[in-house]
Each structure stands twice: as structure tokens, then as C-alpha cells.
């Protein structure tokens, strides 16, 4: 019922667009298969969203969506007086399972002007979108960082999104802020999103180079403890064909002395429709830091010490299609390895 809903919502978004060119509908599918040998590293859960079936000592063939397929609807309508009221709702779409309802992603209503953007929903994490997966070409692919050793996965990392939140946005010349926090209070769940979690991003873009540094403040467990992750990084272009990027983070999940610092590097060289991309990363942790997944948090897998590397290709079609291959390894602590290799298609519209 609710995938006949949402295609009910599409077909009238779409029948609107027609008469009104402030709303659009937008989306991005995604098949990808992959050989995945793993010698039993931890972030291979079955119980991860995405990335997931391949049991320890064994090695498979998968095709996965790994979450990049989505469908949404965007709507702005001037108001006068540069005043513009903005509205967004994203559905979480599986490309090679057909599933239009395979989890929520954004959904909220906002102002915008000079002054900034105002939102109230659920919303985009500063702490994930400023460096994080903008910084990799690899994202919701088998070949990524996040969660495979050189940048810091789940909710309160880069994945996921937060519920019952405000955010505000501006831009000052090169300078940027955006902060958000949630609101909701008092109904006993660790959802990110619950009253006192914050995130906030700064940073300052230049012609051929970025700087930012961002942290979220939380409670992961809703035990009125408070967690904290807080990551610096930059990128530097250099004649429009290099492009080099730095992340450390340093993860406190849980508010004593079993931390992490994880880093990443990442390459990348553009020549005419094509791009190479050769990334690294390092997740350096104490001893309480390893954790494995569960059903309530399936994001949650922490590797005490983890190398990552990856390497591919990128061909781009033209703006709206692409295809992708390449070797990502992740060597965890006590021989616990995991390689595969991959090749994917992607469609954005």
C-alpha cells in the first residue's frame, strides 16, 4: 500500500510540472555487481543496509542498488521581497530489487532568502555533506570509505539523516555556515534527530581550494550521556584536472576513552569524459572502540584498526550517466580482510 501511495504522488508531481516550473521530480537508479571475498572483516554485517550477504570466508557475486537509488519531489515558490518557500520530500528506492519504499531519506518544508535557508523535517546532516561523501566518488558504492575504514559510518557519521530537526544555512563571499539540531524530546528513543543532538559545519572556498571543519554533539544511546565526532579536512584543485582531498576525524562515541582517529586521502585526475580516482584511509582505534552491529543499529560495526584503499574509474557518458569500476580493500585488525571488485551503471534524471 504504501508503494502504490508514493506512486500515486509521483504521477501527480509529474502531471504538475507541467503547469508549474517551481516543482520537480528527480531520481537516480543504480545497478552495481561485484565480486566480495571476505576473510571475515566486521563491517560486512548481513544486518548493513546496502553492502551486505557476503558471510565471512566466503566470496560471492552481488548486484546491489547500495542505496543510491532514489525518487523525490522539490518544490520552490517565490513569495516576494526575495522570500522563497521550498519543500522537499526523498524516498529511499532499490534499483535491482524494484522497491520504491526501501526507507526514508529527506523530507522537509523551508524558507529561503539574503538572510539564509531555514528547514524543519528530516534533514541532510552538516557533519555528513561538508567533506564526507562529497569527497568521494565512491559513495553508495562497494568501493567507498565510509564504513570499509577511512571515514566514520552510521547516523552520527556519513550515513543516514536526521528526524525532527531544524537547520540554518548561509553563505557570507567565500565563507560558510550550517547548523542543525534536533527537537524532539522526552518519547525515550536514541533516534538521531532527539533533543540535544547538534551538528554544525564551517568552511571557506576558495578558487582552487576548501578548508572546513564540522562536529556533531549527541547522544547515541539515550542514556544522557553526550558523544562527539568533530573531523577537519580541505580539498586543493589544481589545473582543472587534479583534484586532491583530506579528511581526520576523531570519533568519541562513547563518551570515555575508546576513541578513533580515522583518516582519508583521496585523488582524483579528470582527462576529457573520464576520471581515476585513488583513495586511501586509516581508522586508528582503542581496544573499546570495535563493536559489532545489531538489529536496532545495523550502522554501528567499528573496526579497532583498519587500512582502506580503493582505485577506479569513472566514465561519464554526459551529465546524467555513468559507469564505474574499480578495487577497494579493507584489511582489519587480526588478518580480518575484505576485497572486492566491482563495476556499476548509473542513471540520474
Known sequence: MNTIRIVLALALAAGAQAASAALAVYGQLQAEMAQVTNDGFGENYAL??????????????????????????????DLGADLAAIARFEWQANTVTGNLNDGAREAWVGLQGEWGEL???????????????????????????????GMKGGDYGQNGF???????????GGFGFWLAAGLDQGDGTANAGNSGDASLALDYRGRHWE?????????????????TVAKLGGQLRIGGRHTVSVQYEQDNPDGNDNDAAIYFLGYRLRFGQNIIAAQAGRTAGDPGYAVAPTTADPLAARQIDTTYYALGVIHRF?????????FRNSDGEGNQDLSVYSAGLRFDF
Open 211 to 227: 578548508v572546513f571543519a564540522a562536529a556533531n554533539v549527541y547522544d547515541a544511546d539515550n542514556d544522557g550521556g553526550r558523544d
Open 318 to 326: 554526459n551529465k546524467k550517466v555513468r559507469l564505474f569500476a574499480g
Open 48 to 77: 548493513l543496509p546496502g553492502r551486505t550477504g557476503t558471510a565471512a570466508g566466503e566470496t560471492s557475486l552481488r548486484l546491489a542498488d547500495n542505496r543510491r537509488g532514489r525518487l523525490g519531489v522539490k518544490v520552490r515558490e
Open 162 to 172: 536526521w528526524d525532527t530537526s531544524v537547520s540554518y544555512r548561509n553563505r557570507w
Open 119 to 149: 528547514k524543519a523535517g528530516r534533514l541532510r546532516a552538516p557533519y555528513k555533506y561538508t567533506g564526507g561523501v562529497n569527497y568521494d566518488p565512491f559513495a553508495y558504492t562497494y568501493l567507498e570509505a565510509r564504513l570499509s575504514g
